[in-house]
């Protein structure tokens, strides 16, 4: 807290010097905007620009009494002032010599529609098709209200998560995930359960990036999914505010609020909500060793019941019309308790049943993150945009997990009493600094810096209760993990328009240094490694609607702390998944080629795209056929080629009829060795999502689609097929400043995760649900905001380096 405290300090004293220095030497424009009744018009757009090249230097709003303030340094100077429903007004041939401007009263006129007749008829697409990247307007889509982040992802395309929260993107888990482009609290060290519990009514939009350029990360082989949360700057006081009741038991609530002024926009958003359901599993085992063979079956019923909140607040402070300071606050905790009841039925090799055996897992979870971010952006005056940005974040989370297992033997009459406790805390520190500057008429250079430092010490304890009622340590059961990442980057990217013709290359390098450490065993691993990550992107205009672009990208994915701890889960001791602290990083090679057509009626999307991978991370089972044990290690096995075809759709077919669709298909090619067996696969697969949105007497709106994952091959077996059908229907209320919205998630009750794994001497089949149907009842009222808000030029989602 004290190296945070003097970064603190230091900042703000400098913040102050930047502040004094641009003072220095400048003069005032002045003035004051009314509309023709002379009614003075409040958070009117004042764009300044430079008589001689006409390149935009500084830009502010009127205040509430319709007056204006831009500094300047002596020069030609002209304005254009704009808001909504009145004409724009230009003010020509503002000369600063050695002393302020007041340019008056000016009056702006209203144009042939006013605003009380104003019918908004566009609006964000569900959809927005962009060559490098998609963006997925959240609040376009029905079935989505009163979902969480974990839940609107699966309906993103391309995107697929599994009954464990795991997030694939072209069928590969290596995908960074971002807020606001930037790592957060919010997906922390386990990033599945907190996406969980991220309301949707937070998130303004997601981006998919599938070929990252060197401005972003290198982590993350198959791209970055980046959710940008709510954030208003419209001038006073705006809010959202959203309750949501569901069945089975869910009931959730948030608001997005902010209040502006010319010198600071105060803002803040919360949600928190409650979900109690249940889920089942059931598997079939099947051992066939060279001694012994035998079977059990294994039926799984779930009760899973949690509370959680969010709360972030901050404050964007204007020093002057070229810089301005951002902090925010952000805390989020929860609370879960998991009942599981597991009842296996074992057979012996000839099928006769010769024991049933209860288990029960009571679990309880408690997480709790803390984040502190702040931010500099400087735009800085000239005949070329230049912008210099700099920010701080720090992070504190703590995560208790601990169960009580009882486990009867119903035919052979044993009893077994056990606990476990897994408690981890983080810690990580982010800093970072990019400049941006333009040159020539479309030129860009862009470079940057950053640094993070991530510790996370995890402790393990199981214990077994006596038959005198004492407890005592399960061998192997026991120990501390502490794990330390830095990674320490530097980038460069430059980028022009030449007629048609758009390019941008950027190298990226990075320093990684790992350690992980066992301390009850004195077990010690440390990794250090230096890449370079070049990216490119070439782009052609066939036409004002058509584009090609081809892109490259190496990346890296390194293993995640839950892969590499060693650590089992207990909770079915028959099968234990265990990390491995021995494990290299994957990296990959990304060659993408896409083209884009735009128009008014809609956008289609398609590519091509391969990848190339080296030291694949991979879950294998390694069975003991005497026991019937199963451990479940990631290990480097293979190198995988993959290929793939990328086809995204937006129509607009009526006024009241709005259709989307996606298909991906890839094929797959991996081809690994463990202990000395060779184990290869290839897989044909592909997922499609189709979105049918309807508006009936142009206030209520009608959606369906529909999601299929095709059956896909790894190298032990395979994963099966899953569907799910969700409907939707909203209806504004209150005139227009509510919506009242009711939707079904996964109709059929059919995403299910069903897989094979089918071994020499085993063979295993599994089908589980880990939600079921849920269906949600949603009032979103609005204050002082649009139903449809329209961009923000201001409103940035950011970008991480």
């Known amino acids: 807290m004290r190296l945070i405290t003097v970064i603190l300090l230091q900042t703000f004293f400098s913040l102050q010097l930047i502040a004094q220095t641009d003072e220095k030497k400048k003069f005032s424009i002045k003035g004051t905007v009314t509309d023709e009744k002379g009614k003075l018009i409040d958070n009117c757009n004042i ?13 502010t709003v009127s205040d509430e009494k319709g007056k204006f303030d831009l500094s300047v340094i002596p020069g030609s100077y002209f304005i254009k002032m704009s808001f909504l429903s009145h004409e724009e007004k230009i003010i020509p041939a503002i000369i600063i010599n050695d002393k302020d401007v007041d340019v008056g009263s000016v009056s702006l006129q209203a144009s042939a529609k006013v605003l009380s007749e104003v019918v908004v008829t566009s609006e964000k697409k569900l959809m927005e098709l962009q060559l490098d990247k998609r963006v997925y307007n959240v609040s376009q889509d029905v079935s989505n209200i009163g979902a969480n982040a974990s839940e609107i992802l699966e309906n993103i395309p391309s995107v697929t998560v599994d009954v464990d929260g795991n997030v694939s993107l072209r069928g590969s888990q290596g995908v960074r995930i971002l807020i606001d482009g930037k790592p957060s609290a919010l997906t922390g060290t386990r990033s599945t359960d907190v996406l969980r519990n991220l ?13 990252p350029s060197s401005r972003y990360d290198a982590e993350g082989e198959t791209g970055i999914i980046n959710i940008i949360l709510k954030k208003n700057k419209t001038r006073g006081f705006n809010g959202n505010f959203t309750g949501t009741a569901g069945y089975p038991s869910y009931f959730s609530g948030a608001y997005s609020i902010n209040y502006r002024t010319q010198k600071m926009n105060l803002f803040s958003s919360f949600g928190t909500n409650y979900r109690k359901n249940k889920g089942e599993g059931v598997s079939t085992q099947q051992y066939k060793g060279s001694d012994t063979s035998f079977s059990y ?25 070229n810089t301005t300071l951002t902090g925010t606050f952000l805390i989020d905790a929860g609370k879960e308790n998991n009942l599981n009841t597991i ?13 049933n055996t209860l288990r029960i897992d009571d679990e309880t979870a408690k997480e709790r993150d803390t984040e502190v971010s702040l931010s500099l952006r400087k735009k800085i005056p000239g005949k070329n945009d230049k912008e210099w940005t700099a920010d701080f974040k720090w992070i504190n989370s703590g995560e208790t997990e601990s169960s009580d297992y009882v486990q009867d033997d119903i035919i052979g009459g044993g009893k077994l009493v056990q606990r476990s406790g897994n408690p981890a805390y983080e810690d990580n520190i982010l800093l970072q600094t990019d400049y941006v500057s333009s040159f020539g008429k479309e030129g860009k250079f862009e470079t940057g810096f950053k640094g993070t430092i991530r510790k996370i010490r995890n402790e393990y304890l199981v214990e077994e209760q006596t038959n005198g009622g004492t407890w005592v340590t399960l ?25 048609k013709f758009s390019y941008q290359v950027g190298l990226r390098a990075e320093l990684t240094d790992i350690r992980t450490g066992l301390t009850k065993t004195n077990e010690v691993n440390t990794r250090s490694y230096f890449n370079l990550f070049p990216s490119g992107s070439f782009s052609y205009e066939l036409s004002d609607i058509n584009s090609l672009q081809l892109s490259y990208s190496y990346r890296i994915n390194r293993p995640n702390f839950r892969n590499l701890t060693p650590f089992a889960d207990f909770s079915d001791p028959r099968v234990f998944f265990v990390g491995d602290p021995n494990l290299d990083p994957e990296y990959s090679h ?21 990848r190339h991978k ?9 069975l003991d056929t005497l026991t019937g044990i199963t451990n ?16 995204t759709l937006y129509i607009t077919a009526t006024d009241w009829w709005k259709l989307n669709g996606s298909f991906n298909f890839f094929k797959s090619n991996a081809t690994g060795d463990y202990n000395g067996d060779l184990l290869e696969s290839e897989t044909v697969s592909w997922t499609g999502r189709g979105v049918s949105r309807m508006t009936f007497f142009k206030k209520l709106d009608f959606q369906a689609s529909i999601n299929y994952q095709s059956p896909r091959n790894n190298t032990q077996g395979k994963e099966l097929s899953m569907y799910s059908i969700d409907l939707g229907l909203a209806k504004d209320v209150f005139k227009g400043k509510g919506t009242l919205t009711l939707n079904v998630r996964d109709l059929m009750n059919s995403r299910r995760r069903r897989s094979i794994v089918d071994l020499p001497d085993y063979y295993s089949s599994s089908n589980n649900l880990w939600r079921p149907r849920q269906i949600n009842l949603t009032l979103n009222f609005r204050i002082n905001q649009q139903k449809i808000e329209r961009d923000d030029d201001n409103d940035e989602g950011g970008s991480e380096n």
């Open 614 to 622: 080296k030291g694949v991370i991979e879950r294998i089972r390694i």
């Open 343 to 355: 009842l296996y039925q074992d057979y012996d090799g000839s099928g006769q049943l010769v024991n």
């Open 475 to 499: 061998p192997g059961f026991d120990n501390n993990m502490e794990f330390t990442e830095k990674v320490f980057a530097a980038y460069g990217m430059i980028g022009s328009k030449i007629k």
């Open 297 to 321: 079956n294994q039926k799984t019923d779930r009760t899973r019941e949690d509370f959680s909140f969010e709360l972030m607040t901050g404050i964007d402070y204007y020093l002057n019309t």
């Open 199 to 211: 309301q949707g009514a937070l998130i303004d939009r997601i981006e998919v990036i599938t070929n």
């Open 632 to 647: 479940i290690i990631p290990v480097n096995l293979s190198t995988q080629n993959d290929f793939g075809l990328e086809f």
């Open 47 to 59: 764009l300044l620009y430079n008589s001689n090249d006409s390149s935009q230097l500084s830009a």
């Open 590 to 610: 990304s060659l993408e080629a896409s083209n884009l057509t735009d128009w008014k009626k809609g956008s289609v999307l398609a590519g091509v795209y391969y």
